[in-house]
């Protein structure tokens, strides 16, 4: 019977992968949980020697200075009794028993706590096994699709594949190899539960890792990823051994590596390019495959201001800027893409509005000298009366008088307005020479002497027909020809 126990020991531990002590421990409790159900055996303890397979039922308490629970526990007198030497905390043995006190019953419950113990035991085994493998790839078989979620068949424990880590270019059928990321392990009543992912950057890395041998060894590292699963990536690699490239040997023999982690993902689309400490450098590179002009950093900020050729604008955003998102995702940096003919535009314009704002800020000054320097004008002088009435008569211009023809007689003026009517229409004579010897004549006063002038100019003659008579105008003011 001891052989027989051995055995099945030995072949639990084979197919459930638990160790041989842990399932000598389980059988232990459950055969003491079986004793202990009957009232007055709870101080039962029970081993069994792993080679030979024999089993020991005996009592045994607990010493302890203060006796709370007399069914478990001794003072230290009374354990000294049966074991010199005892201490406080000493599990004493007080009485053998027979084998033969365990009955049908006992047995039927220690077979439920066995199995029982034996299922806890293997989740746990199952747990730490892949608890320990979290951030690693495994392989998996599809055993079934769900809507929201695929089980793929690990071995001893399923994994799940949900929706939303599953890659828009794959499709899966039932009983297809797949390869997973280990994202958790988590303990449930059923077992351990392995969530996995195909999206996670960390399953890129993870191929890379599989298909390169120098990334593997660790001559080339992996410094950043920047994935969108389903559509591009951008990975980032750098060189622990001078002289090695490490995008060649990432990229390997005319893209045999990348090749085959490209199919893995099922076409995605991957851009290796080399790291540099220089943040410049490394964000010109990361826009890659467009040409960058100039990169101008902004540290407090945390901005790169990339300048690139005008037909090089839309590769370097990408589709729904995407390239510029990987950039900025792999680089942690903000990146503002702007092509050199705005760059430069702008710079005009700024240019422009300094020296305008130059200009204006030179006339303002000259403005303020200038009205600082000017004297303040001279109040206007008031004019006499008779030098207003000089003016006035000097202004208004005489009318030059009107053809008339042979025979027609003028038009008679009114009476008031006969004196203005000759002063306006007649223009003035000259003055006539006066013969030598001759007085000249005394000038009257300034008022009197300008109105005579401008009211008695005699008019020019008119031209006359042969044998027509000159019109005689009425009135006052008549001027003999």
Same mark, same amino acid.
């Given at each position: 019977m001891?052989?027989?126990?051995v055995?099945?020991l030995?072949?639990?531990?084979a197919?459930k992968?638990?160790?041989?002590?842990?399932?000598?421990?389980?059988v232990?409790?459950?055969?003491q949980?079986?004793?202990?159900?009957?009232?007055?055996d709870?101080?039962?303890?029970?081993?069994?020697?792993? +080679?030979?397979?024999?089993?020991?039922?005996?009592?045994?308490?607990?010493?302890?200075?203060e006796i709370?629970?007399?069914?478990?526990?001794?003072?230290?007198a009374d354990?000294?009794?049966?074991?010199?030497?005892?201490?406080?905390g000493?599990l004493?043995?007080?009485?053998?028993?027979?084998?033969?006190?365990?009955g049908r019953?006992?047995?039927?419950t220690?077979?439920?706590?066995v199995?029982?113990?034996?299922h806890?035991?293997?989740?746990?085994?199952?747990?730490?096994q892949?608890?320990?493998?979290?951030g690693?790839?495994?392989?998996?078989?599809?055993?079934?699709?769900?809507?929201?979620?695929?089980?793929?068949?690990?071995?001893?424990?399923?994994?799940?594949?949900?929706?939303?880590?599953?890659?828009?270019?794959e499709h899966?059928?039932?009983g297809?190899?797949?390869?997973?990321?280990?994202?958790?392990v988590?303990?449930?009543?059923?077992?351990?539960?392995?969530?996995?992912?195909r999206?996670?950057k960390?399953?890129?890395?993870?191929?890379?890792?599989?298909?390169?041998?120098?990334?593997h060894?660790?001559?080339v590292?992996?410094?950043?990823?920047?994935r969108?699963a389903?559509s591009?990536?951008?990975?980032?690699v750098?060189?622990?051994?001078?002289?090695l490239d490490?995008?060649?040997?990432?990229v390997?023999?005319?893209?045999?590596?990348?090749?085959a982690?490209?199919? +893995?993902l099922?076409?995605?689309?991957?851009?290796?390019?080399?790291?540099?400490?220089?943040?410049?450098?490394?964000v010109?590179?990361a826009?890659?495959?467009?040409?960058?002009? +100039?990169?101008?950093i902004?540290?407090?900020h945390?901005?790169?201001?990339?300048?690139v050729?005008?037909r090089?604008?839309?590769?370097?955003?990408?589709?729904?800027?995407?390239?510029?998102?990987?950039?900025a995702?792999?680089?942690?940096?903000r990146?503002?893409?702007r092509?050199?003919?705005?760059?430069?535009?702008?710079?005009?314009?700024?240019?422009?509005g300094?020296?305008?704002e130059?200009?204006?800020?030179?006339?303002?000054v000259?403005?303020?000298s200038?009205?600082?320097?000017?004297?303040?004008?001279a109040?206007?002088?008031?004019?006499?009366?008779?030098?207003a009435?000089t003016?006035?008569?000097t202004?208004?211009?005489?009318a030059?008088?009107?053809?008339?023809?042979?025979?027609?007689?003028?038009?008679?003026?009114?009476?008031?307005?006969?004196q203005?009517a000759?002063?306006?229409?007649e223009a003035?004579a000259?003055?006539k020479?006066?013969?030598?010897g001759?007085?000249?004549?005394?000038p009257?006063?300034v008022a009197?002497?300008?109105a005579?002038?401008?009211?008695?100019a005699?008019a020019?003659?008119?031209?006359r027909?042969?044998g027509?008579?000159?019109?005689?105008?009425?009135?006052?003011? +008549?001027v003999?020809?």
């Amino acid at each position: 019977m001891s052989r027989d126990f051995v055995g099945a020991l030995l072949q639990l531990n084979a197919e459930k992968g638990v160790s041989r002590e842990q399932l000598i421990r389980t059988v232990e409790e459950a055969i003491q949980s079986a004793y202990r159900r009957v009232a007055g055996d709870e101080d039962i303890q029970v081993r069994i020697d792993a +080679e030979s397979g024999k089993v020991r039922v005996f009592r045994a308490r607990l010493v302890a200075e203060e006796i709370d629970d007399p069914a478990t526990q001794i003072t230290v007198a009374d354990a000294q009794a049966y074991q010199p030497g005892a201490a406080i905390g000493d599990l004493v043995e007080t009485e053998q028993l027979d084998q033969e006190a365990f009955g049908r019953i006992h047995a039927q419950t220690a077979k439920q706590v066995v199995l029982q113990r034996l299922h806890e035991a293997e989740r746990n085994v199952v747990f730490d096994q892949y608890a320990s493998r979290e951030g690693e790839l495994i392989t998996g078989t599809v055993s079934r699709v769900e809507p929201r979620a695929m089980v793929l068949d690990v071995g001893k424990a399923e994994a799940i594949l949900a929706t939303t880590e599953q890659s828009p270019l794959e499709h899966y059928r039932i009983g297809q190899n797949v390869k997973a990321y280990v994202l958790e392990v988590r303990r449930s009543a059923r077992g351990p539960q392995i969530y996995v992912s195909r999206t996670h950057k960390g399953f890129l890395r993870r191929l890379f890792e599989l298909e390169v041998p120098e990334i593997h060894a660790g001559t080339v590292e992996i410094k950043a990823i920047a994935r969108e699963a389903g559509s591009r990536s951008k990975v980032a690699v750098a060189s622990r051994q001078p002289g090695l490239d490490p995008v060649g040997a990432t990229v390997g023999q005319r893209g045999a590596r990348v090749q085959a982690v490209v199919a +893995e993902l099922g076409g995605e689309k991957i851009d290796v390019i080399e790291w540099s400490e220089d943040a410049s450098t490394f964000v010109a590179k990361a826009l890659s495959p467009a040409q960058v002009i +100039e990169v101008r950093i902004d540290e407090e900020h945390r901005i790169a201001n990339v300048v690139v050729p005008e037909r090089m604008l839309s590769l370097a955003i990408g589709r729904e800027g995407q390239n510029a998102r990987l950039a900025a995702k792999l680089t942690g940096w903000r990146i503002d893409i702007r092509s050199d003919v705005s760059v430069a535009e702008a710079a005009k314009a700024e240019a422009e509005g300094r020296l305008a704002e130059a200009a204006e800020a030179a006339h303002s000054v000259v403005a303020v000298s200038a009205g600082a320097e000017a004297p303040e004008p001279a109040p206007a002088a008031e004019p006499e009366p008779g030098a207003a009435q000089t003016a006035v008569a000097t202004q208004e211009a005489p009318a030059k008088p009107k053809r008339r023809k042979a025979g027609a007689a003028a038009a008679e003026p009114e009476p008031g307005a006969a004196q203005t009517a000759v002063a306006t229409q007649e223009a003035p004579a000259k003055p006539k020479r006066r013969k030598a010897g001759s007085a000249p004549a005394e000038p009257e006063p300034v008022a009197a002497q300008t109105a005579v002038a401008t009211q008695e100019a005699p008019a020019k003659p008119k031209r006359r027909k042969a044998g027509s008579a000159a019109a005689e105008p009425a009135g006052d003011g +008549e001027v003999s020809r």
